[in-house]
């Protein structure tokens, strides 16, 4: 397939499932240094992100099981390690992000201790004023961003994405990471 960047600009898929090859080398990081007793994925999907943690209970939340986590109000106790790809386009989430509209719910309902692995787009860290209170938020109120993960433009099929899986609270991993060929 050939893509057009004009024709594809702004056009992305409604639900687009984390490549399994991502997942599974996320698998590989996090458990060279990290053995997760109960993951959270606020975003779940078909599991997949979770689905190599074998050892890891997981509470998962997906709308569309009609467990919608934007929508719970009481404390998550147990989770110890976050997972999360939510949804890049949300409705109704004004001028945040949706990705950060995930985020601040994962602190408010688990914590700032626990770490968190993140998909998101770059523009969620990168291309803000320093005005932004999304900026001021990253700097200040956020866990500290211990890892990145740099993702190839075409990660997710048939979309074409700035994207990076961004590790909070990961003090055990390297700074940086590429995908492995």
Known sequence: MVYNKSKNKGKKPTDTPTPTWLCDYLHEIITEHYSPKCILDPCSGDSRLTKKFENSKKIEYEIKH?????KETD???GADFVIMNPPFNLNGSGRKLSVEVFMDKVLELVGKETPIVLITPMGFRLNQRKT???WKKIKKDYPSIHSILSLPIDTFENTLFHTEVLFFNCDKLNPHYFIKE
């Open 66 to 70: 009609d467990r919608d986590f934007l």
């Open 75 to 77: 404390k998550i106790s």
């Open 132 to 134: 932004s209170s999304r």
